[in-house]
């Protein structure tokens, strides 16, 4: 279950997969055999440390996954299997995620903030055997959703609870209710083909996405594709057992399971961690710990520049993130001038847009690009990726001209569990994935992204379909069609903007439309932070709005109104 073979990238392509592994970039190692090396060579060394407390050296992690991998087996749990992982950034996420690979499973990481319909059909798309979750997490009692999501899957999976005193209890979901979360009244799961794809060949890891339709995609990595964005992080950034990786960004989605999960393990170096977000305790973490490396969202990078040097502690000592020899930003919009504070605040750091998908890719800048391309641009292609543009009769553009940003690589997934249509509807006759963004790459090769072909909004690094608000907002009384976009936001890239038609004409009222969406349940985290009310839609010929040139008008207007010193487009702001 380890090594990626030929035919799993698009049209069998043996060349480039010899490439792929004489290059290096295919290993052909699992990462917990690696793992296993770094234990025996300094079995007192830290693995990983997180925000609460937990603190854990190689040794330590290497005997807490053991137990947890008889634990999974004596549930039946075998090689091959999907382990979903329903945990925040603690030190229990490495064990259980370390845990699976022992096993020989497949661990799947799903972001902690998901609710209870979006747990049940991650789970029943996957064909999860077991769920892993902490009791609780803030005011939220995980352990029970993760229970009751369980308990509506077809066949429901083990679940595992971790307490707060690290003890593990196995409570048994319900019998299943023959339709899992998503499932529609023939018992099929939305969005999934007919016939469940096989999982491809040496399957290593599922890591879920948001789509344009509101429910997640199960994207398939081997372990040879995660190894080659391991080998050629560890390479660009000269990471290695003594470069302490400091992660803020959630396990759950893919910044933090790839480039910091499985690149601690990876090159061996202590993982630390940060659950709940605070800037001052972010300082103090890099600079206790000397963390040489992070990638994170814009955010955290908007944050930290804002954050006064703590008057005391190790971070008080020098420059701020003085230790932090990169951080890597992407997931929202890096505006120029926030690269231009950061390289201010932080002289020692070099920071570098990311970009990159769930499905694999990723540029960044190196330590040779020049100033100007550090500032723009979000950098090249790691070693082996090869990046095109195509307009949309299919061509590929002229570098500078901008087209659909197409990708293929060692990095890049193998397909959507359950989803084969869907993967093979993305590929090129050559096997190169689209991926919907617009860009621009220039004769240097240096990526500018210039948009979205997709309808989803990335607030603050993290992708946000608009599917499940415009379906609540269009019960609403007062409003006569409604659409949810992502207003530009210097801070998080991204803000959930609804635009509405009223039935009246009236300017819609932020609070009223809140309000009606936590009346039906709708997560808080989906609910719109902006309003704005236009008098009609621009749509195409066939009646389908046009989400980016409605965006762009309203931003308009909001700007020629603050021009001239008014508020513009009706409706009240969250504060």
Known sequence: ???????????????????????????????????????????????????????????QLWEEAGRLDEELAGQGIGPGDVVLIFMPNRVEWQVAMLAALRRGAVPANLPIRSDEATLGYAAELCGARALIAVERHGR?????????????????????????????????????????????????VHGRDPAPAHPAAGLDHLMFTSSTTGLPKAVMHTADTLAALNVTFAERFGLGPDSPI?????????????????????????????????????????????????????PFLKDLVDAPRPAAGAAARGPKLASLAWFLCGGAQVPPSLMEQAEAEFPNTRVTVLWGMTEGGLTTCTAESPREKVLTTAGIGLPGLELRTFDERGEETAPGFEGELAMRGPGVFVGYHGQESLYESLLTPDGFFRTGDLARIDGDGYLRITGRMKDLIIRGGVNISPVPAEDALAACPDVRAVAVVGYPDERLGERICAVV?????????????????????LPKHLWPELVRTVGEFPRTAAGKIRKIELRDRIVAADRAATGAGARAGGGRDAP
Request: glycine fraction near 14%; include cysteine.
């Open 1 to 59: 279950m380890s090594a990626a073979r030929e035919s799993d990238l698009p049209n069998g392509d043996a060349e480039r997969a010899r490439r792929y592994r004489e290059r290096g970039w295919w290993p052909g190692v699992p990462l917990a055999a690696r793992f296993e090396r770094f234990v025996r060579e300094r079995p007192d060394a830290l693995a990983v440390v997180d925000d609460r407390g937990g603190r854990l050296d190689r040794r």
């Open 140 to 188: 939220t009692g995980t352990g029970e959703l993760a229970v009751a999501a369980a308990g509506n899957c077809s066949v429901p999976p083990a679940v595992a609870v971790a307490g707060d005193d690290g003890t593990l209890r196995w409570p048994r979901p319900g019998p299943g209710r023959g339709r899992g979360q998503g499932q529609g009244r023939d018992g099929k």
């Open 246 to 298: 400091f992660m803020p960004s959630p396990l759950g989605h893919s910044v933090g399971a790839i480039h910091g999960a499985r690149l601690a393990l990876h090159t061996g170096a202590p993982l630390v961690l940060q659950d709940r977000w605070d800037p001052t305790r972010a300082l103090e973490a890099v600079a206790t710990h000397g963390c040489r490396f992070t990638a994170a969202a814009t």
């Open 501 to 521: 038609e009223t039935a009246g004409g009236e300017p819609a009222e932020l609070g009223a439309l809140t309000g009606f969406l936590r009346d039906r349940g």
